[in-house]
């Protein structure tokens, strides 16, 4: 079992940065596979970022390339995302989630554990 808690979340203006957590419980973290994902109010759930559980490997959507960063601290067992030159349009609430299996990575089915998601708003 895994236990997924994000923080860092809040109101922004465009062209502003913000800096989420995911905290993981368990000493399995390095195990994982952990992404964001996020979820605009009327929208599905969208792939956002992943690093594999090596910390090397990482794949990021289009719509964030650029401008979002995704790192891991595994003797925290941490997971972030950089966020930097927000828009409107990244309004959404973000989920951390982690996964075991060596797959494509983007779809939620892939992933086993759920955080409860923290909310980001970018005004512009």
């Known amino acids: 079992q895994v236990q997924l808690v994000e923080s860092g979340g809040g109101l922004v203006q465009a062209g502003g940065s913000l800096r989420l957590s995911c905290a993981a419980s368990?000493?399995?973290?390095?195990?994982?596979?952990m992404a964001w994902f996020r979820q605009a109010p009327g929208k599905e759930r969208e792939f956002v970022s992943l690093?594999?559980?090596?910390?090397?490997?990482?794949n990021y959507a289009d719509s964030v390339k650029g401008r979002f960063a995704i790192s891991r601290d595994n003797a925290k067992n941490t997971v972030y995302l950089q966020m930097n030159s927000l828009k409107p349009e990244d309004t959404a609430v973000y989920y951390c989630?982690?996964?075991?299996?060596?797959?494509?990575?983007?779809?939620?089915?892939?992933?086993?554990?759920w955080g409860q998601g923290t909310q980001v708003t970018v005004s512009s």
């Open positions: 690093i594999r559980r090596s910390g090397v490997s990482t």
């Open positions: 989630a982690a996964g075991q299996r060596y797959s494509l990575g983007t779809r939620t089915f892939e992933y086993d554990y």
């Open positions: 368990g000493r399995t973290f390095s195990s994982y596979h």
